[in-house]
């Protein structure tokens, strides 16, 4: 029981510790610059060495990423429990709705900022956006190999990805506060998905004309 216990304990502790980095590491991109900010620099914001630093994050660039796989593997998730009935366009909704509408945090559009200022960071949201995507794919075709082949289950992610993405830099683009970005995401979402549900119906009544 006392080993459980500790466990949990140090569970916590680590926990504890890899959100101050996160949080400390956010600050200090935002205030010096992610270029100008040192690991060193971080790791004293959750009072630990920069060498007990590589135990939580591999790099600088593994903060600002630090929720990616999390969000993915819920997607991933919600895309393998169809439900009866559910259309390819539906259980993208589906996803959509809980796995990145109802997950969006405090620092989604700070981040966002700050990768569109570091080539380095650009480069590797794209390099992720390519798996996230080529992942997603092959997650849909399995829930819906009826319905749609590897292509066509490739093509609606990336139609549904792409929409979200240009509107969001058209957006900000503009100026638009977080607010008005959410809500530029969520109708380029239905405009997609409209497509894609419209898809579908015509693919249905093709069936029983």
Known sequence: ?????????????KLRTRKALIAGALRLFHDKG???????EIAATADISARTFFSY?????????????ARLQRSLDLLGRRAPGESAGELLRRVLEQSVFSVADDTDFDRARLIESVPALQARELHLLFDTQR?????????CPAEVDLVEAAAMVGALVGAIKM????????GDD?????EA?????????????????NRAAARNP
């Open 178 to 182: 977080p607010g008005a970005t959410e």
């Open 185 to 201: 995401v969520r109708r380029a979402a239905d405009l997609a998905l409209a497509g894609l549900n419209s898809r579908d119906g």
């Open 135 to 143: 992942r997603l794919a092959h997650a849909l075709h399995r829930a």
């Open 167 to 174: 509107a969001i830099a058209a957006s900000r683009g503009r």
């Open 1 to 13: 029981m006392e080993n459980e216990l500790e466990l949990g304990m140090r569970e916590r502790k």
């Open 57 to 69: 994050f591999e790099s600088k660039d593994d903060i600002v990423f630090y929720d990616a796989h």
């Open 34 to 40: 992610f270029d100008e900010t040192t690991v060193a």
